[in-house]
């Protein structure tokens, strides 16, 4: 597998409340995704990194927000959760075929 | 927009093959990819194939793809109960390129 790890991999919060989810990899790949998966949709983009400080919008960036500080590390954030944000997200790199390596997943409660 | 569709679930019985069919609406795709995901777990790529092949084998896995008609294909030969999961196929214009995945068909594999 692929070096990437997500943390927390579960975490209960309260509606209002910011909560970080973080993404390591060890695999110094410039591309970098966060997704969320929820029965019926699917897997949906909510945003990308292509390098340090370079992020960009997915299909499904409202309430979000991401940084990219250093190449292994990708935080999303939701700035103040509700409960339409109960998901579970996965963070992937990109491949140079743009094939998506994925991480374990953060399941995501929001009260 | 891209749409990429697959049916909802298959059942086979230990030993047989499986075929599990995905049709995409990007007459522009690049690259078509297959992932496997297990219960509480990431997806994790299988293959994929570059636009301007017709077949690729690997191992018990074989990926058809017919460009005409935008449609992909996984058969998976001597089906095992490991194998038992949701499989996504997936279509992207490469480089980076948005990377658009169905909603998965549900194997079940049968003792």
């Known amino acids: 597998d692929a070096g990437i790890t997500q943390s927390p991999r579960h975490k209960v919060t309260e509606t209002g409340t910011p909560v970080t989810l973080r993404c390591h990899q060890t695999?110094?790949?410039?591309?970098m995704y966060w997704y969320r998966q929820d029965p019926g949709h699917g897997l949906r983009l909510i945003h990308y990194?292509?390098?340090?400080?370079?992020?960009d919008k997915g299909e499904v960036s409202d309430g979000y927000s991401v940084s990219r500080s250093k190449t292994e590390d990708f935080l999303l954030t939701l700035e103040s959760a509700t409960s339409s944000q109960t998901s579970v997200y996965f963070c992937?790199?990109?491949?140079?075929?743009?094939?998506?390596?994925f991480g374990p997943g953060t399941r995501l409660t929001v009260l | 927009g891209e749409d990429v569709e697959q049916s909802l679930f298959l059942s086979v019985r230990e030993g047989d093959s499986s075929v599990i069919n995905c049709t995409y609406t990007?007459?522009?795709?690049?690259?078509l990819y297959w992932y496997k995901q297990e219960p509480g777990a990431g997806l994790q790529l299988l293959t994929y194939?570059?636009?301007?092949?017709d077949m690729k084998q690997d191992q018990r896995l074989t990926v058809l793809l017919n460009k005409k008609d935008k449609h992909l294909s996984l058969r998976i030969a001597d089906t095992q109960t490991g194998d038992s999961a949701i499989y996504f196929c997936a279509e992207s214009g490469g480089g980076y390129q948005k990377v658009t995945f169905g909603t998965g068909t549900k194997l079940q594999v049968i003792p």
């Open positions: 990194s292509y390098g340090v400080k370079d992020t």
């Open positions: 992937a790199i990109g491949g140079a075929a743009n094939e998506q390596f």
């Open positions: 990007d007459s522009s795709s690049t690259y």
């Open positions: 695999e110094n790949h410039r591309y």
């Open positions: 194939i570059f636009s301007n092949m």
